[in-house]
């Protein structure tokens, strides 16, 4: 048969495939554009017009090698989409290498700065047994305190904002040891299923944008108590379960980081993490049932973890639970429970694996503190490893609680069909990873600049 027969067909093919390509040079200029960011809409003009141009040649212009030409596209388009979703290969996952041991709430740093003062008891019982914190922790506490007055993002409005809402969220959450009891005269009765969804529904009616629930891994709570309670009690508690609550972080907000407008927005996630986790709590308590919420600034149990179990995602390079839609922006809270409850499955996306590669936190973190090689374990699980300490410092010294690595993740994108095509691909296989990772690199910049063209706000009316 006449090879031109097939002409009509590998024209209208090609004619498809070139709609395509336009479709998505203008969904990425557009998307660009209203999410104000102006290097990734010029790049798809740099890149997209002259390749739409050389695509369309064959396509308008007649020649002998017409149709070979837009075969050759044809076949080229085709094995660069099953490349690239293609389920080829397996998905790594973080593993757990030997025996889990708690973590002591005593050596987190929060708990250094906010529980320990000069001159006290605990002070000097602390610095006793870890006598290596002592001067790093003695030059923190010369630096001016978070949202305070003397660093670097300091301002009288924006700050106290911040500060009130901490302390409001402080009081609130002081004591929320409660005790079961019922308005009904007895423990309320129902299958596990119905519980579940009760305490999903009423969760996500409070705000919560994430639910999970699982047995709670007694690794995962504190040893001893460190923050809040009688300090350096042994802590006991046995709920057999958990429900784990996450609120999303407003992209144009921590796009803005690491000025004091990214700690605005997480003190207020923190505070409606905290409220339905309260409210929910309190609730179970009232069905007849122990609950206990932990929550920002008063914690029995790490949250991440936990909500790894819970299916709302994995722990990624950062050391931050990244979640299929939002990444890393999200704030969490926990309640511990013997409520009985369906547990939901852990969820695994190809996080490790474009961690693996991508490196973008730790080469953008200001303070160093993310680890840029391989995994280490501790506490019985392979993962990589944050400086805390580092970290907390940089905090200080800024005024604000940072999230620059949250900001430059690719994951953390906000929700547009462009972005959450990336996301279905990066979950396919690791050629799929890799080409995600020189697109974000590419139309985004290896380390993205610290103050965006757009939009034309600051940290003072970022509130």
């Known amino acids: 048969m006449d090879s031109q027969a097939y002409a009509p067909f590998l024209l209208t093919i090609g004619w498809v495939l070139w709609s395509l390509l336009a479709l998505a040079a203008i969904t990425t200029f557009i998307t660009s554009l209203l999410e104000h960011r102006l290097r990734p809409a010029v790049i798809s003009v740099v890149i997209f017009t002259p390749l ?78 870890s006598p290596e914190k002592e001067d790093f922790d003695r030059e923190v506490r010369q630096l001016p305190k978070l949202a305070g007055p003397g660093s670097a993002t300091y301002d009288p409005l924006t700050s106290t904002f911040v500060t009130a809402t901490f ?3 402080d009081t609130l959450t002081d004591d929320i040891d409660w005790q079961p009891e019922t308005l009904a005269g007895g423990r309320i009765e129902t299958s596990a299923e119905d519980f579940t969804l009760r305490i999903k529904g009423f969760a996500k009616y409070l705000g919560a944008d994430l639910v999970g629930t699982t047995q709670l891994n007694p690794a995962y709570v504190y040893s001893h108590a460190a923050r809040q309670g009688p300090w350096g009690e042994l802590i006991t508690l046995d709920h057999p379960r958990a429900v784990v609550v996450a609120v999303e972080m407003k992209y144009e907000m921590t796009r803005l980081a ?11 996630r923190y505070f409606d993490a905290a409220k339905i986790a309260l409210i929910v709590a309190r609730y179970i ?163 993205p600049l610290q103050k965006q063209p757009f939009p034309p706000w600051h940290q003072k009316s970022a509130i």
């Open 52 to 129: 739409l141009a050389i695509i369309m040649v064959p396509l308008v212009l007649p020649s002998p090698a017409q149709l070979w030409i837009i075969s050759g596209i044809i076949v080229f388009a085709v094995g660069c989409l099953l490349v690239i979703i293609l389920p080829i290969g397996s998905i790594s996952r973080m593993h757990v290498v030997s025996e889990q041991e708690k973590v002591d709430e005593r050596d987190a740093v929060f708990h250094r700065f906010y529980r320990l003062k000069p001159g006290t008891a605990e002070y000097t019982a602390y610095y006793r047994s």
């Open 258 to 268: 690491p000025d004091v407008a990214v700690t605005t927005e997480s003190a207020n």
């Open 285 to 447: 308590n009232l069905l007849g049932y122990e609950a206990r919420a932990h929550v920002d600034g008063n914690y029995k149990v790490m949250c991440s973890p936990i909500a790894v179990d819970a299916g709302l995602g994995e722990v990624g390079r950062m050391g931050l639970l990244i979640n299929p839609r939002y990444g890393p922006r999200i704030r969490l809270a926990v309640v511990t429970t013997n409520l009985p409850l369906i547990q939901d499955e852990p969820v695994h996306f190809g996080v490790q694996d474009f961690c693996e590669i991508c490196k973008k936190c730790a080469d953008c973190c200001p303070s160093q503190s993310i680890d840029s090689g391989q995994k280490s374990v501790f506490k019985g699980v392979q993962k990589w490893l944050v400086n805390g300490d580092t970290c907390y410092k940089f905090w200080r010294q800024r005024s604000s609680d940072c999230a620059v690595c949250m900001r430059v993740c690719p994951y953390s994108h906000p929700r547009t069909n462009m972005h959450n095509i990336v996301r279905w691909v990066i979950r396919r296989n690791k050629v799929a990873r890799r080409l995600a990772l020189f697109g974000d690199d590419l139309f985004y910049g290896r380390k």
């Open 167 to 169: 302390e409001v969220l």
